[in-house]
């Protein structure tokens, strides 16, 4: 089957502009992740969905950052504006449902560059 | 809040040695427990698991099992080989109604031929 897809794989901004990601996540998954890596530390999340509901986002910037799966398939991650310190990869990661022991899929990623 | 310790890399080891990468966690509630893998140029994918006390999680010769009492998920292969080397991250199942991983920093494996 098809791993989770992420584009694009690389994007070079200014601070203060905008930039957005996009993911898709293995199909039939339900659930879906939007992590944060920042160079030389594990991953952080961001956000999770349910479907097209938001499960737990009490990590994300809201002032700045921004998500959506409207149709409970695919999903963005948008940054508005960006800060030198949003540098870092994002991680779309999905899994078939809910539950302590699921296992979450991760896609590659999108390196972002703030300069 | 919840966290996950491990050892500082990199590790470098020669073909056929023995690996232990240490990883400790939080002891909020019961949480699953999990080790991925990042192989240089690729994505993050697991490698092993075990949700409850005493499991045993193995895959490609790796091992770990989950220690309640050390609150310890330590990651042993008996011998490793060059292909093992990569950065090696293990994970907790957040819990509080939400299901996200918190990992550790990750620990970079060398194995020198």
């Known amino acids: 089957e098809a791993g989770v897809a992420q584009s694009p794989r690389y994007k070079i901004i200014e601070k203060r502009q905008s930039v957005a990601f996009w993911c898709n996540p293995i199909s039939g998954h339900a659930t879906l992740y939007w992590y944060q890596q920042i160079l030389g530390q594990g991953p952080k999340l961001l956000i999770q969905f349910q479907n097209n509901g938001v499960v737990d986002d009490s990590q994300l910037p809201k002032d700045r950052f921004s998500a959506e799966r409207l149709k409970g398939v695919d999903s963005t991650l948008k940054i508005q504006p960006a800060k030198l310190e949003d540098s870092a990869v994002y991680l779309c990661a999905s899994s078939r449902d809910r539950g302590r022991g699921e296992t979450q899929y991760f896609g590659p990623g999108t390196r972002l560059l703030v300069l | 809040g919840d966290s996950v310790t491990q050892m500082e890399g990199p590790v470098t080891l020669s073909e056929e040695a023995f690996l232990t990468i240490n990883c400790t966690y939080t002891a909020t509630g019961y949480p699953s427990l999990f080790w991925y893998v990042q192989y240089p140029g690729e994505g993050l994918q697991l490698l092993l698991k075990a949700t409850k006390a005493d499991d045993k999680g193995s895959n490609k ?47 970079h494996l060398i194995i020198q031929p």
């Open chain 2, 61 to 107: 010769g790796f091992e770990a099992t989950y220690r309640k009492e050390t609150t310890s998920f330590h990651l042993e292969k008996g011998s490793v080989q060059v292909s093992d080397s990569a950065v090696y991250f293990c994970a907790r199942h957040s819990g509080g109604g939400a299901d996200g991983l918190t990992f550790g920093k990750g620990t």
